[in-house]
């Protein structure tokens, strides 16, 4: 089965510092990787996506993921925390389902980063 | 361009009770799914409709129950409700065919006391 693992619950860093949320994925064939954040009562926003192509994906806010296949991981990056990046951070894989082929996406259990001013 | 919306944005239910929330996908997309994402977890996938059929289901109960209109419109129903169904429930919407990816809305939050 297609999975996701975010090992660590929280990340600390201070405004300023570069940031790193970890993921790691189990997949056969080729992943779709994808990450979201989420802020407080809201739903799920959408930051970026890797697909095929270049193993650093750029997307909104000043977020960039790097996929590498040899560590089967897909960490979340931004070179200079801002505070208003603090939320929940869910990373996510793509499945196929059965004989239909209609797509779903499998979460991660999600990672709270927390950015002091 | 409207994104997904969702309504009601809150709702306090009662064990046993039964309890219907809307979505209306993005302009553009046909087809919906619903997460369930209770407190301190990632979202759980519930179902998918495309065509007014459904074409996934996650694993839950047949508690819950969803339908799609013409108009791509999608409600998810759960009956019998338990203290459990607590959770923020989450409508997706994206175009087969179109780009990989879902957009979601701000969810419902379901509150069972």
């Known amino acids: 089965a297609q999975s996701v693992a975010q090992p660590e619950d929280q990340v600390n860093v201070a405004e300023g510092n570069p940031l790193t949320v970890k993921c790691t994925y189990s997949?056969?064939?080729?992943?779709?990787l994808f990450w979201y954040v989420q802020y407080p009562n809201r739903g799920l926003q959408f930051l970026l996506k890797?697909?095929?192509?270049?193993?650093l994906v750029k997307g909104s806010y000043g977020f960039e993921a790097e996929f590498n296949k040899s560590q089967t991981s897909f960490h979340l990056k931004k070179p200079s925390a801002l505070v208003s990046d603090s939320a929940l951070y869910f990373c996510?894989?793509?499945?196929?389902?059965?004989?239909?082929?209609?797509?779903?996406?499998?979460f991660g259990t999600g990672t709270r980063l927390l950015v002091s001013p | 361009d409207a994104g997904v919306t969702q309504s009601p944005t809150h709702l306090i239910k009662t064990r046993g009770q039964q309890v219907t929330l809307r979505c209306s996908p993005k302009?553009?997309?046909?087809?919906v799914s619903w997460y369930q994402q209770a407190l301190g977890q990632g979202p759980q996938f519930i179902f998918q409709?495309?065509?007014?059929?459904?074409?996934q289901r996650g694993n839950f109960p047949d508690r819950f129950s969803g339908h799609q209109f013409p108009n791509y419109s999608s409600e998810l129903n759960v009956n019998a409700l338990l203290l459990g169904d607590s959770a923020l429930y989450l409508c997706?919407?994206?175009?087969?065919?179109?780009?990989?990816?879902?957009?979601f809305g701000s969810g419902t939050r379901l509150t069972v006391v």
């Open positions: 997706a919407s994206r175009s087969v065919g179109g780009q990989v990816g879902y957009t």
């Open positions: 997949v056969s064939g080729n992943p779709y």
């Open positions: 890797y697909i095929t192509g270049d193993n």
């Open positions: 996510a894989v793509r499945t196929l389902g059965g004989n239909t082929g209609f797509q779903k996406l499998v």
């Open positions: 302009s553009g997309h046909d087809t």
């Open positions: 409709y495309y065509e007014e059929e459904e074409r």
